[in-house]
């Protein structure tokens, strides 16, 4: 393809990096390429995440690319609401980073080092429901604002810790500052992180058959389309903070032959109050093709659990 192509991004450090690999990925394949920032309300508030409401970061590099200012955009794919927009396509999803959880904590301790009563930061649901749930005796602290921000608030000594995406920091070069990588056991991640979605218009096939061939990774999308499609159907019936994650694992069919088989893992609090939390697990495996729907049954495994049976404290921010 001849023309030169655009890609929008927002402007943090995290996202020019996400950014540049798939401009390094479609420069590798000879194409011409063009880095457009555009600024996103999530960028230029300071409120609460679960205030601003669900979107903040992406809808507006989703309407840039409507608008054709641009003709890809990159999103980190967990901040993109479930919800398909009218006239965008997922064109491809790149080989995922670490998709767990790090904690980043001052001395150099481990969640199971920290005191009862130690403070640890983070903003998100999910998080708050699963360190709560530990009976660890820690007090969550509510923060947002950009991984410099947050990492300070402990080298300052205001927090003992916070929970960030170890994809973030491994992004930025950062992943130095990690003091444990935290088990999925105790900490399951939110559904696609550590995962980029690259989206064009729908009607724009060179581009998406461009994106499609050179930058999308089949095991992380199919991964991710377990999780997310969890992350849908619970939305619809709940509020509750969820986690999910999903890996693509080889198994032996009936004859002995080589399968790929999807591999789920769930988490949804049932209530998240000043009682406290109560987590509903719950786990399958189906065939690589059928992704789609073991999310969805597992979202309705855990609905029958009772998730979101108390009110939640909102799914906004993840
Ligand atoms: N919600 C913020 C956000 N969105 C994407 C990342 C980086 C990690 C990723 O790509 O999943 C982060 C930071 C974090 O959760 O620590």
Redesign the pocket.
Same mark, same amino acid.
Do not use: T
């Given at each position: 393809m001849t023309r030169t192509i655009r890609i929008g991004t927002r402007g943090s450090a !995290?996202a020019l990096t996400?950014t540049g690999t798939v401009a390094d990925a479609l420069r590798k394949a000879g194409q011409e390429v063009e880095i457009v920032k555009v600024s996103t309300p999530g960028d230029r508030s300071s409120a609460p995440?679960a205030e601003i409401g669900v979107g903040v970061?992406t809808s507006a590099l989703r309407e840039a690319l409507l608008n054709k200012q641009v003709d890809v955009a990159v999103h &980190?794919?967990?901040?993109l609401p479930t919800a398909p927009e009218r006239g965008i396509v997922l064109a491809a999803v790149p080989p995922r980073?670490d998709?767990r959880?790090a904690l980043i904590a001052r001395d150099g301790l481990t969640l199971g080092e920290l005191p009862p009563g130690a403070r640890i930061g983070t903003g &998100?649901p999910r998080r708050t429901a699963q360190l709560r749930a530990l009976g660890l005796g820690f007090e969550v602290v509510p923060i947002r604002g950009n991984?410099d921000t947050?990492l300070n608030k402990v080298f300052d000594g205001e927090l003992d810790a916070v929970? !960030?995406?170890?994809?973030?920091?491994a992004?930025l070069g950062r992943a130095d500052v990690i003091t444990e990588t935290l088990d999925p056991i105790q900490m399951l991640?939110?559904p696609?992180?550590?995962?980029?979605a690259v989206e064009c218009r729908v009607d724009d096939v060179d581009i998406e058959h461009l994106l499609r061939s050179i930058v999308d990774d089949e095991a992380t999308r199919a991964a991710v389309t377990a999780e997310r499609a969890m992350l849908a159907a619970l939305e619809a019936g709940c509020s509750a903070p969820v986690g999910a994650l999903a890996e693509v694992v080889e198994d032996l069919d009936a004859d002995g032959s080589v399968i790929e088989n999807v591999s789920l893992r769930g988490v949804a609090a049932a209530g998240l109050d000043d009682e406290g939390v109560q987590l509903l697990r719950a786990s399958a495996v189906a065939g690589k093709s059928e992704a789609e729907q073991l999310g969805r049954d597992l979202a309705a495994e855990l609905l029958d659990l009772g998730a979101g049976a108390l009110s939640g404290p909102g799914r906004e &921010?993840?």
């Open positions: !995290l996400q995440i970061f &980190s794919y967990k901040d980073e998709p959880d &998100s991984i947050r929970v !960030l995406a170890r994809a973030g920091l992004r991640p939110a696609a992180q550590g995962a980029l &921010s993840r």
